[in-house]
């Protein structure tokens, strides 16, 4: 996630098994004098942003780092238990 002009310590990430919460903060720049703008293309003050997944995460092999702006979340799929047969025992009525 592009997260310029952010600090690290304003970031935070919470995640479930099937979304991730990316919230913080982007402080205004100093104003300068006599300066116009007719686009500001970044937004400043508090952001939340939830990104929902495409499938199962294993919350337990989560990280996250953050350099240059950039915010970098590695995660795991969650390991999908494996179906197997289960063996029908023969009771034998008379007893």
Do not use: W
């Amino acid at each position: 996630a592009a997260v310029a002009g952010v600090d690290r310590d304003t970031l935070e990430v919470e995640i479930n098994q099937r979304a991730v919460r990316i919230c913080g903060s982007r402080k205004a720049p100093v104003s300068v004098e006599k300066a116009r703008f007719c686009l500001a293309e970044i937004q400043y003050g508090q952001f939340d942003r939830v990104l929902f997944l495409p499938t199962l995460i294993d919350t337990d092999k989560v990280s996250a780092s953050f350099a240059a702006g950039m915010l970098r979340i590695t995660m795991a799929k969650h390991r999908v238990a494996e179906s197997r047969k289960v063996p029908i025992k023969h009771l034998d009525p008379d007893r």
